[in-house]
């Protein structure tokens, strides 16, 4: 059992930034954050696996970037140029394979955090 703890996230206004960060109990290959909106599916920010490889959903490519320290099972989110339609609920993510990264079907969770973008 794999437990994720985040940490980050809060208000900010349109054309700033935050920072999410995710510290998982153990190693696991695949780690990524989604966000679910009020009436919206949930849905793939970016995900990382333990060796570097990289995916991002096509709304957030050049004003997110995720990173993640292997030595301390711990994944980034560095959201910049924030936008009003960012404003979600993102959860922490994690799983042995790759291939949940993509489906959605991860599985360990986070509690999930908020972020709010003021326009």
């Known amino acids: ?3 994720l703890v985040e ?3 809060g208000l900010v206004q349109a054309g ?5 960060s995710c ?3 153990g190693t696991i290959f695949a780690m990524g ?17 333990s060796l570097a490889i990289a995916k ?17 099972n711990t994944v980034y989110l560095q959201m910049n140029s924030l936008k009003p339609e960012d404003t979600a609920v993102y959860y922490c ?7 949940a990264l ?14 709010t973008v003021s326009s």
Do not use: C, H
């Not at 679910?36 to 920010?45: C, D, F, H, M, S």
């Not at 959903?57 to 990173?67: A, M, Q």
């Not at 993510?93 to 291939?99: G, K, L, T």
């Not at 993509?102 to 972020?115: A, C, D, N, P, R």
């Open 56 to 72: 991002y959903t096509d709304s957030v490519k050049g004003r997110f970037s995720i990173s993640r320290d292997n030595a301390k």
């Open 33 to 49: 954050w989604y966000r679910q909106a009020p009436g919206k599916q949930r849905e793939l920010v970016a995900g990382i696996s």
């Open 7 to 9: 940490s980050g996230g």
């Open 102 to 115: 993509t489906s959605g079907t991860m599985k360990y969770w986070g509690q999930g955090t908020q972020v």
């Open 1 to 3: 059992q794999v437990q």
């Open 23 to 25: 510290a998982a109990s």
């Open 93 to 99: 993510a994690a799983d042995p394979s790759w291939a």
């Open 16 to 20: 700033g930034s935050l920072s999410l």
